[in-house]
């Protein structure tokens, strides 16, 4: 069985109700009325289990997270407006001043800004490296550093890492691992895998038609007995491990991040992201299917085609081991000129041409003069956008028509 199937009868099981209103109902209140004093002060200090406020947590998004923390093995999860939202919250109720984050992978561009533009304005450095860097990653690592920050799928570089090797570097250490699985929900297990946190933008596959803005970050459970997070590293977490157990990271995240910052889930958005999840099996199912059969009927035609299913690509050994249901809905081709690509994306019948990812439509873009278009030359290269490069998010689509579209396309 593949890792959808199991999740094709747990998401529409638990989402929908076997009481009263089948469809989740949207709790669109801001605040919440606690009746008598002696409630509200027990809602306060965490003996009474009912809403607070909505920027600390709210029914329909309650259900969100419950539903995606058991989906990857957390012990609770919170949801947040944005994916950058989930990694603001999860990085920066771990942080402070002169501490270090260690990034591998990809990148996506909003993450490396955040990394390189705004956390280094804090005092907080980042070291980037490549997924086969694993000496470089494990030499770089001092008593500062609390992060190791990883995305599943290099977007747009295709690379793969070997998320096992890089868990085992993070826990001999002692340091987090925190993945960005955006791009792999389902087909890769963070959690299983030795992470310790895993963020993501549900505005991508999770919602799946670009009708919720969302994120969200999940936590491991503490244990009991020894626990690399019960160290001076970490020694902010004393507290909330003392009070709140197994539950000590959630408790940080919530008090740290979501109550100061406020990057808060609304209840609409919540909703929209639960009816999403609902099909993201099904979803998924087909589309690391169609990415395969494009990626492979381009590359025969004779475009540059990067996708780690290819056996010229440099992780198609990994890809065929640990990626064995899918990287994602993303394969990019290089055009070779600014000048060819947008030549092929104004031909397209088929792309829409925008900055999202993982929809229901085929969505296509042109990288250098978008997302990384204030870029300098030395990052590009780092992040592998080169002049031509268009990525493509393959959508539900038949995918004999998106090649017919693309052959024609490339005229
Ligand atoms: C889109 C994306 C984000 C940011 O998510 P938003 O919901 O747009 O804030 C983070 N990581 C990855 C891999 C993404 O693709």
């Given at each position: 069985?593949?890792?959808?199937?199991?999740?094709?009868?747990?998401?529409?099981?638990s989402?929908g109700?076997?009481?009263?209103?089948v469809?989740?109902v949207?709790?669109?209140s801001?605040?919440?009325?606690?009746?008598?004093?002696?409630i509200?002060?027990?809602?306060f200090?965490?003996?009474v289990?009912?809403p607070?406020?909505?920027?600390?947590g709210n029914?329909?998004?309650?259900?969100?997270?419950?539903?995606?923390?058991?989906?990857?093995?957390?012990?609770?999860?919170?949801?947040?407006s944005s994916?950058?939202?989930?990694t603001t919250?999860?990085t920066?109720?771990?942080?402070?001043?002169?501490?270090?984050?260690?990034?591998?992978g990809?990148?996506?561009?909003?993450t490396?800004?955040y990394?390189?533009?705004?956390?280094?304005?804090?005092?907080?450095?980042?070291h980037f490296?490549?997924?086969?860097?694993?000496?470089?990653?494990?030499?770089?690592?001092?008593?500062?550093?609390?992060?190791?920050?990883l995305?599943?799928?290099?977007?747009?570089?295709?690379?793969?890492?070997?998320?096992?090797?890089?868990?085992?570097?993070?826990?001999?250490?002692?340091?987090?691992?925190?993945?960005?699985?955006?791009?792999?929900?389902?087909?890769?297990?963070?959690?299983?895998?030795?992470?310790?946190?895993?963020?993501?933008?549900?505005?991508k596959?999770?919602?799946?038609?670009?009708?919720?803005?969302g994120?969200?970050a999940?936590?491991?459970?503490i244990?009991?007995?020894?626990?690399?997070?019960?160290?001076?590293?970490?020694?902010?977490?004393?507290?909330f491990?003392?009070?709140?157990?197994?539950m000590?990271?959630?408790?940080?995240?919530?008090?740290?991040?979501?109550?100061?910052?406020?990057?808060?889930?609304?209840?609409?958005a919540?909703?929209?992201?639960?009816?999403?999840?609902?099909?993201?099996p099904?979803r998924?199912?087909?589309?690391?299917?169609?990415?395969?059969?494009?990626a492979k009927?381009?590359?025969?035609?004779?475009?540059?085609?990067?996708?780690?299913?290819?056996?010229?690509h440099?992780?198609?050994?990994?890809?065929?081991?640990d990626?064995?249901?899918?990287?994602?809905t993303?394969?990019?081709?290089?055009?070779?000129?600014k000048?060819?690509?947008?030549?092929?994306?104004n031909?397209?019948?088929?792309a829409?041409?925008?900055?999202?990812i993982?929809?229901?439509?085929?969505l296509a873009?042109h990288m250098?003069?978008?997302?990384y278009?204030?870029?300098?030359?030395?990052?590009?290269?780092?992040?592998?956008?080169?002049?031509?490069?268009?990525?493509?998010?393959?959508?539900?689509?038949n995918?004999?028509?998106i090649?017919?579209?693309?052959?024609?396309?490339r005229?």
């Open positions: 069985m593949n890792n959808f199937e199991e999740y094709c009868t747990k998401f529409v099981q989402v109700n076997k009481e009263g209103s469809s989740p949207v709790t669109n801001a605040a919440f009325a606690y009746g008598t004093s002696e509200g002060e027990g809602i200090d965490g003996s289990k009912k607070l406020y909505s920027r600390m029914p329909t998004t309650s259900r969100l997270e419950s539903i995606l923390a058991e989906m990857d093995g957390g012990v609770g999860a919170i949801a947040t994916g950058m939202g989930a919250l999860a920066m109720s771990l942080l402070q001043s002169n501490d270090e984050i260690i990034s591998i990809g990148l996506f561009g909003g490396y800004a990394f390189n533009e705004t956390l280094s304005r804090f005092g907080i450095k980042t490296f490549d997924v086969d860097e694993f000496n470089e990653i494990e030499n770089s690592i001092n008593e500062k550093t609390k992060i190791i920050f995305e599943s799928v290099g977007n747009p570089n295709m690379r793969l890492p070997d998320i096992k090797r890089i868990a085992s570097i993070a826990n001999k250490t002692g340091v987090i691992l925190m993945i960005d699985n955006t791009i792999t929900p389902l087909s890769i297990k963070p959690i299983e895998l030795g992470a310790d946190i895993v963020v993501y933008s549900t505005t596959i999770i919602a799946g038609n670009a009708s919720a803005l994120g969200c999940i936590f491991r459970a244990n009991d007995g020894e626990d690399k997070l019960k160290s001076p590293r970490y020694a902010f977490l004393n507290k491990i003392k009070k709140m157990g197994k000590a990271l959630v408790a940080n995240g919530k008090k740290r991040a979501l109550r100061d910052f406020g990057m808060s889930a609304g209840a609409n919540s909703y929209q992201t639960l009816l999403g999840l609902e099909t993201l099904l998924m199912d087909r589309i690391i299917k169609s990415v395969e059969i494009v009927e381009l590359d025969r035609v004779g475009l540059n085609i990067n996708h780690p299913c290819l056996p010229n440099p992780h198609h050994n990994r890809y065929k081991s990626f064995s249901n899918g990287c994602g993303l394969l990019t081709i290089d055009m070779g000129t000048e060819a690509a947008f030549k092929f994306l031909n397209s019948k088929m829409f041409i925008t900055a999202n993982g929809d229901s439509r085929t873009l250098a003069s978008t997302i278009n204030d870029f300098d030359k030395e990052q590009m290269k780092f992040l592998g956008i080169t002049d031509g490069l268009i990525r493509v998010s393959i959508g539900l689509e995918p004999i028509d090649i017919e579209d693309f052959i024609q396309a005229g």
